[in-house]
């Protein structure tokens, strides 16, 4: 029995060509890009501690507390792109000492360009965190906005919760109970007498 089989048909995808090199976007290009980011992480973190004091704890708005926390959060960015930025340092120069005499002399300078590059981005990063963690201003509008955005999604919850909230009545409030119901039953029934056209005495 002969099998027929179907022949392959190829398709001409054309010549492979290399795109362009595209010069590496400057460092403060990237700081800048990367502060962004930070705010972006930081008043998600204030917002969420906002919601849960206010709807978990029923607890005020702490403008300090926030602050601090606010301050907290950067200082922890600091410190992990100095990390990244000394590991980046680290590698580099083991493979330096590990391979003194590459077999590829401009592959090797251009991987430790990029590596020192890397190194510098790190630490603008961090540089521009500790700065920010110290900056009243920024500080000051990261809380605000984070308590504008909280605000934002807990409104309706709050007034709703706020509408429905019974008042806990108090010892003065029992004893005068008693004078209220009169009043209101007086209130009721002059109201009635007029009505009917009748005299009270």
């Known amino acids: 029995m ?30 800048e890009d990367g502060m962004l980011i930070a705010d972006s992480v930081v008043r998600m973190a204030l917002r969420n501690r906002v919601i849960v004091n206010a709807l ?16 907290a959060e950067l200082e922890a960015l600091a ?7 000394q590991r980046v340092r680290f590698r580099r120069e083991s493979v330096r000492n590990d391979d003194p005499f590459p077999e ?7 991987h430790r360009r990029e590596s020192e590059r ?49 008042v806990a009545p108090d010892a003065a409030y029992a004893e005068q109970r008693t004078e209220r119901i009169g009043a209101l039953l007086a209130l009721d029934l002059t109201a009635l007498a007029a009505e009917r056209g ?4």
């Open 2 to 31: 002969r099998i027929f089989r179907r022949r392959k048909k190829w398709v001409r995808l054309g010549t492979y060509e290399a795109p362009e090199p595209v010069e590496p976007a400057p460092v403060e290009n990237i700081v």
């Open 56 to 71: 978990r704890d029923r607890a005020d708005l702490d403008r300090e507390e926030l602050t601090a926390a606010a301050a």
């Open 79 to 85: 410190d992990q792109e100095w990390e990244s930025a």
């Open 104 to 110: 590829d002399a401009d592959e090797v300078d251009e």
């Open 118 to 166: 890397r190194e510098m981005v790190h630490k603008a990063m961090s540089d521009g965190f500790a700065a920010r963690a110290k900056s009243p201003d920024i500080l000051e509008s990261l809380v605000e906005r984070s308590r504008a955005e909280a605000w934002a999604e807990i409104a309706d919850v709050i007034v709703a919760r706020a509408s429905h909230e019974e």
């Open 198 to 201: 009748v005299e009270l005495d």
